[in-house]
């Protein structure tokens, strides 16, 4: 059990402490201004791809995907190590179960 909770937290800080240059480019628009668009899935580094939730296949074979919230991890690594004042106010709510949920799914299958 011990194992698979560490897992499960390195899962969420993978997610919460995602490097935006890791699934973010920069390009430039036909009036010459930058912005930033997500990468191609291809692209995404290894860590990246630990942090997508949903991928979808388009009917022109185009993929989109679609990651994890960076705050809702940040907020379950708090929740489960809170301080000693915030330890009263840490009830889940569903949307906090539902990811704690995906992640122990995944780390199941990679053992």
């Not at 993978?14 to 628009?29: G, H, K």
């Not at 899935?41 to 990651?67: H, N, Q, W």
Request: net charge positive; hydrophobic share 30%.
């Amino acid at each position: 059990m011990k194992n698979l909770q560490e897992k499960i937290e390195k899962e969420l800080r993978a997610i919460a402490f995602q490097n935006p240059a890791n699934y973010l480019e920069r390009y430039t628009d036909e009036n010459g201004e930058m912005h930033w668009r997500p990468k191609a899935f291809e692209k995404l580094t290894p860590r990246a791809k630990r942090a997508v939730e949903r991928i979808e296949i388009k009917k022109d074979g185009s993929v989109e995907y679609k990651m994890f919230s960076k705050f809702k991890a940040f907020e379950m690594l708090q929740k489960l190590h809170p301080a000693e004042g915030e330890a009263q106010n840490t009830e889940l709510s569903e949307g906090d179960r539902e990811l704690l949920r995906k992640v122990s799914r995944r780390c199941e299958r990679e053992d």
